[in-house]
């Protein structure tokens, strides 16, 4: 990708990988220019999410950006607080993360996933007017469904290891597993 294709990425937006009733909703911040140029989420070669994904237990292998269509499959998918791309999210006011967590709370009440969870705490600080949010399981609801932030998988996060990352994805799905084991089966 040069870095002209990149630059014509700015401002476009990309596709949710959604459906009703998911297990996990993951949230980024917003796209980068590498997803703005191919469509894909967390498309950045140095994004960890699809290797903390697989490690966590989510996938049963680790994924391709382009393969993202596969998490449904799984109970999981993908969306973003802003929707346009950049090239890094602190292009992104306040006012456009706020605004996105209005537009992100539509979309929880209408799809209802089991749990939402948003890579990125400052992010989600911004976004859900909580100053005093930490990674992990948040105390709010958006109606049924849970929160829980998980760290910024960008390669840019250098404050979280892979590994790291993997054990508190993982932290989540036990708890979306648990939940799942917990539901009412439509036989008994």
């Given at each position: 990708?040069?870095?002209?294709?990149l630059?014509?990425?700015?401002d476009?937006t990309?596709?949710d990988?959604?459906?009703?009733?998911?297990r996990v909703?993951?949230?980024?911040?917003?796209?980068?220019?590498?997803s703005?140029?191919?469509?894909?989420?967390f498309?950045?070669?140095?994004?960890r999410?699809?290797?903390?994904?697989?490690?966590s237990?989510?996938t049963?292998?680790?994924?391709?950006?382009?393969?993202?269509r596969?998490?449904?499959?799984?109970?999981?998918g993908?969306?973003?607080?802003?929707?346009r791309?950049?090239?890094?999210?602190?292009?992104?006011?306040?006012e456009?993360?706020?605004?996105?967590?209005?537009?992100?709370?539509?979309?929880?009440?209408?799809?209802e996933?089991?749990?939402?969870?948003?890579v990125?705490?400052t992010?989600?600080?911004?976004?859900?007017?909580?100053?005093?949010?930490r990674i992990?399981?948040?105390?709010?609801t958006?109606?049924?469904?849970?929160?829980?932030v998980?760290p910024?998988?960008?390669?840019l996060?250098a404050?979280?290891?892979?590994?790291?990352?993997?054990?508190?994805?993982?932290?989540?799905?036990?708890?979306?597993?648990a939940e799942?084991?917990?539901e009412p089966?439509?036989?008994?």
């Open positions: 990708m040069t870095p002209e294709e630059e014509a990425a700015r476009r990309i596709e990988v959604i459906a009703g009733g998911l909703l993951f949230c980024g911040i917003n796209p980068g220019l590498m703005g140029a191919t469509g894909h989420h498309a950045r070669p140095g994004n999410f699809w290797p903390v994904l697989h490690a237990g989510f049963p292998r680790r994924l391709h950006p382009s393969e993202q596969e998490l449904l499959t799984y109970g999981l993908i969306t973003n607080v802003a929707a791309t950049t090239a890094r999210a602190d292009e992104l006011s306040d456009e993360l706020r605004e996105g967590g209005r537009v992100l709370q539509e979309k929880v009440l209408r799809y996933p089991t749990w939402l969870a948003v990125g705490v992010a989600y600080r911004v976004a859900f007017g909580d100053r005093h949010a992990g399981p948040q105390d709010r958006i109606g049924r469904t849970r929160l829980w998980l910024n998988p960008s390669g996060n404050h979280w290891t892979p590994k790291a990352m993997a054990e508190e994805f993982g932290r989540l799905r036990a708890a979306a597993d799942k084991a917990a089966h439509p036989d008994g």
